[in-house]
Structure formats: C-alpha cells, structure tokens
T-cell receptor, first 115, second 113 residues
Framework: GESVGLHLPTLSVQEGDNSIINCAYS??????FIWYKQESGKGPQFIID?????DKRQGQRVTVLLNKTVKHLSLQIAATQPGDSAVYFC??????????????FGKGTLLTVNP | GAGVSQSPSNKVTEKGKDVELRCDPI?????LYWYRQSLGQGLEFLIY????????KSGLPSDRFSAERTGGSVSTLTIQRTQQEDSAVYLC???????????FGDGTRLSIL
C-alpha cells in the first residue's frame, strides 16, 4: 500500500466550524512532513510543515499535529472559510542517503465548506 | 512574479509527438523537482535536481522521459513519442535546498490525442 494515506477522502463542514484532516504514514524513517492545499487548476500551495522532532506546530488558523507513536499526522483549520475549500495533501519525506529529498504524497482529501 | 513559472499552461498534441515542458524556479532555489499528477490523484515524483549534483531520476516512468536543468536554473522536461497514458498535469517545484518546503508552479496540463 501507500506509505502516505488519508482516512477520509472527502470532508464537508459548515463555515465557521473547525476542520480536521487526517493522514497516516507507514514509514517510521520519515522525518519531515508537509501539508499542501490545492485549488482547482492550480499547483499545490504550501500550508505548513513539521519535522519529526516536533509534535505540534501552529500557523495562521492552522495547526499540524504529529503522533509518531501511531504514525499519524493531522491538519486542523480553525474557523473554516469558503476559501478553504480545496484538496489537501499530506506529504512525507523519508530521510535517505545523499541528497534525496523527494516527497511522497497521499491522494488527498477534498474539503468542502458550506456557507 | 516571484513564484515558480511553468510553460505552456496547456499542451495538446498527437500521440507519437515529442513535447517539451519548461520550468522557471524561484530565484535562488537550488533544488528543483518535477512531479506528475493524474486526474484526481496525488503527485508522482519524477526527477529531482540539487545544485550541480547528478539528478535523482528514479521516478521517471520510461526512457521516453528526460529532463535537464541548465545553469542551475531553468529546467526542461522532455517526453518523446508521447502516449495517451502520458496525459496528466506536470508540476514543477523548487526549494532553497533539499529538505526545505517545495513551492509549486501551476503546472502544464498535457493532453495526448
């Protein structure tokens, strides 16, 4: 199976609610994780990242939580807005030899915010 | 603009033709990546350039695919003898160096007839 996967392929929330998007990874050697937002017809947009020596990181309206024990990553969006509607991808980087830093992406979760 | 720029934004070509896709990374970024995204799917790694090091080509699906990066800046992804299964969005990303957040362009949507 995939080294990175998402529990829910779709998520529908009401405007103003908090959203939680989950991601599971299987490779314990992964040391760097990124969340991206992708709107239709555009490239993925960086949201927030976290390294394996941390378990929580906060940005503007977003929080990423990393649970290395169960290999789980989540993205929390506070006060979700219609503009947050998009596909969200988590990506992991496996610490490898040399300069290999390619990311492995999950298939994404479609977040729909209802007004 | 200051972002990653890709051209063309759309490309339609006949099966068997060669295509070239261009990527202008963010100025100063030493790492450059190419990915492929099929409809409704995640991103599939193709190739990674880091400075003057030999590129990591481990994701290229066949020998019809090649890429180069000239002068440590602009990159070109070439697909020879295109097949219908090559239809996808080809995304380029760059970062200051490997291990830093990758910033993506809006991609080239390639359609093979």
């Amino acid at each position: 199976g995939e080294s990175v996967g998402l529990h829910l392929p779709t998520l529908s929330v009401q405007e103003g609610d908090n959203s939680i998007i989950n991601c599971a990874y299987s490779n314990s050697a992964s040391d760097y994780f990124i969340w991206y937002k992708q709107e239709s017809g555009k490239g993925p947009q960086f949201i927030i990242d976290i390294r394996s020596n941390m378990d929580k990181r906060q940005g503007q309206r977003v929080t990423v939580l990393l649970n290395k024990t169960v290999k789980h990553l989540s993205l929390q969006i506070a006060a979700t807005q219609p503009g947050d509607s998009a596909v969200y991808f988590c990506a992991e980087n496996i610490k490898g030899g040399g300069s290999n830093y390619k990311l492995t992406f999950g298939k994404g979760t479609l977040l729909t915010v209802n007004p | 603009g200051a972002g990653v720029s890709q051209s063309p934004s759309n490309k339609v070509t006949e099966k068997g033709k060669d295509v070239e896709l261009r990527c202008d990374p963010i100025s100063g970024h030493t790492a450059l990546y190419w990915y492929r995204q099929s409809l409704g799917q995640g991103l599939e790694f193709l190739i990674y350039f880091q400075g003057n090091s030999a590129p990591d080509k481990s994701g290229l699906p066949s020998d019809r695919f090649s890429a180069e990066r000239t002068g440590g800046s602009v990159s070109t992804l070439t697909i020879q003898r295109t097949q219908q299964e090559d239809s996808a969005v080809y995304l380029c990303a760059s970062s200051f160096y490997g291990g830093q957040p990758q910033h993506f362009g809006d991609g080239t949507r390639l359609s093979i007839l």
